[in-house]
């Protein structure tokens, strides 16, 4: 008997990925970095790091802290700005056949919108991904992603300026994301992506000083793994556009427990440090547990959690 | 640059709580220049999370590349207990290493674990035939924590040493000797080692005029230039990042504080 090779292809509102493995945004640069490693053609899709209109410096060094199964930052947001990555970085994202999502951030609600426009009509752009959450910047980021009705402004001014797809994405350091979630569902959104960085801190006895230079930073990697878990089964069951699944993803069997949460996609972040070919490896161990338990596509198995 | 398993061939003590780890990786040693590095994939667990970055210390034929570390925490002690004929996750080689001159004298200056990759250096100063045209000043906190000097003298560069503790060669930190080579030889300089004494070469080197390259050292997440968690700030008020601008630079380039 012939078996046909399971269906990995998932439809993000009007926005169709080969896979539902992504990158991160900042944590896979701007795709060149990981040429060399990683066949980016076979990726679902490409968040690039964060943009802002004018380049950013980014926070003083140390800016890494490494904690048990976990990743500190405090970037800042340090990024090219969004004309030199039409100028420099998307000639060579454009050459690529999978779809390429920008992140962005603004200080304020004009700056969100003045992005948006600007990327508009730019070729090969498949999506924006709005960042309402980076914990490292005094101000713009987590201020829009802690309140509902700013996250909410957030989105419409994007969605008023730009048809491409919109991702919200959303920041876990709020009492209840699900509110959150329903307020940009409902200003438009055509998708969430959850969760940023958890704000954190580490401090160095010996000095008495914050490893960080800027004192707290935004936690990644596998420590942050059932938050974010629990966050996006919270939140597939109370919105009805679809979740993208993000936190701790190191394997193809931590992205399958976010599909069976109900994420539609996942990204993949610190991952990356650790096992540049970590995308790899999850895209293969998804399409092999389909094929083990005989489903032919990935739709048969978001939300397919037994309570 | 590639990602790829090496297997180890000896992890052997090589001074105090130093060793010296000996793999087979072909594709590395094949592509690697001096001054550049290796992020090793330390233990299968989930903790330590991060790779760790390890200069290149020497490459013997096309085979077999050499790191030479000093244990200092969790990750580094798990390495000394990786035996002869298991795999090591190696990404590499990367970053912009030293570049050579041929045509001025050189002269290399390590403090402590800053021979790990100033040996490289060597092994290719000396196999371009000029190792005895060519200096190198090893400093340490004493005798026993003193690496390589044997080596290096066997392949023909003069070799001067420092102790802080004045147990070898003389008593004080290695830029105590710098001023009279550099006055009477105006070589290009390549260091590594401590901020401190970086600072201190770099401050010489440009009160003489003299070409140095430094290869500094940083935090680093990813190594290829992803994350942006290693930078170093430049004269003209740049962040750059050390694992893909670097690790060496210019001295002249580097916001020295
Ligand atoms: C480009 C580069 C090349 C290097 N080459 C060598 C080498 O050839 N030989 C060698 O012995 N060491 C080298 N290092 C330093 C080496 O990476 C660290 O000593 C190592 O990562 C420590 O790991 P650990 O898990 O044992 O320490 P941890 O338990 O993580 O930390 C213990 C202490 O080690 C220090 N440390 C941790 N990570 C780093 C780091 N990335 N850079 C500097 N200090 C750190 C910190 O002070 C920390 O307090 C290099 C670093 C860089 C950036
Ligand atoms: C070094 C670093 C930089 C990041 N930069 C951004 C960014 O620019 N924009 C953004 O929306 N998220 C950023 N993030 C958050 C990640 O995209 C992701 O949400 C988070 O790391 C959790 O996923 P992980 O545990 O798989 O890494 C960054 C994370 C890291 C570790
Ligand atoms: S370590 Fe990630 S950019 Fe240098």
Known sequence: ?307 | MEQGTATVLENRLAAPGVYRLRIEAPALAGAAGPGQFLMLRIGQTLDPLLRRPFSIHAVHGSRTVDILYRVVGKGTNILTTLRSGEGLDIVGPLGCGFSWREESPSLLVAGGMGIAPLFFLAQIIAKNGVGDKTSALIGARNKTELLCVEELKAMGLQVQVTTEDGSAGKRGLVTGLLTNRVAALRPVIYSCGPYPMLHAVASLAMQYGLSCQVSLESFMACGLGACLGCVAEMKNGDLVRVCKEGPVFDAYEVAWK
């Open chain 1, 1 to 307: 008997m012939k078996k046909t090779n399971p269906d990995l292809s998932v439809r993000i509102g009007l926005l169709r990925l080969q896979n539902p493995v992504l990158t991160a945004s900042g944590t896979f640069g701007y795709g060149q970095e990981y040429a060399g490693l990683v066949d980016l053609n076979r990726l679902g899709g490409i968040i690039v790091k964060g943009l802002s209109l004018n380049p950013r410096p980014g926070n003083m060094p140390p800016r890494t802290v490494e904690t048990p199964c976990g990743l500190l930052n405090a970037i800042g947001l340090q990024n090219v700005g969004v004309e030199n990555f039409i100028a420099d970085k998307l000639p060579f994202l454009r050459k690529l056949s999978v779809p390429v999502i920008v992140n962005i951030l603004g200080q304020d609600i004009k700056e969100y919108r003045k992005l948006a426009e600007r990327l508009s009509n730019v070729e090969g752009i498949a999506a924006l991904e709005v960042n309402i959450s980076c914990p490292n910047v005094k101000k713009g980021g987590v201020v829009f992603g802690t309140d509902y009705k700013a996250a909410a402004r957030v989105t419409r001014a994007v969605r008023a300026a730009v048809r491409l797809p919109i991702i919200i994405k959303l920041s876990p350091n709020v009492t209840d994301i699900v509110s959150i979630a329903r307020a940009v569902e409902e200003a438009g959104a055509d998708a969430v992506s959850l969760i940023n960085t958890l704000t954190g801190m580490a401090i160095d006895v010996e000095a008495r000083r914050p490893k960080l230079h800027n004192v707290t930073g935004g936690l990644s990697g596998p420590a942050i793994k059932p938050v974010a878990l629990r966050m996006v089964w919270q939140v597939a069951g109370a919105v009805n556009i679809p979740v993208i699944g993000c936190g701790g993803i190191m394997t193809a069997a931590d992205a399958l427990e976010f599909l069976l949460a109900g994420a539609s996609a996942v990204q993949v972040g610190t991952a990356n440090f650790v096992n540049p070919r970590a995308t790899m490896e999850i895209i293969s161990g998804i399409e092999e547990y389909l094929a083990r338990h005989d489903l032919k596509d990935i739709k048969s198995l978001v939300g397919s959690l037994i309570l």
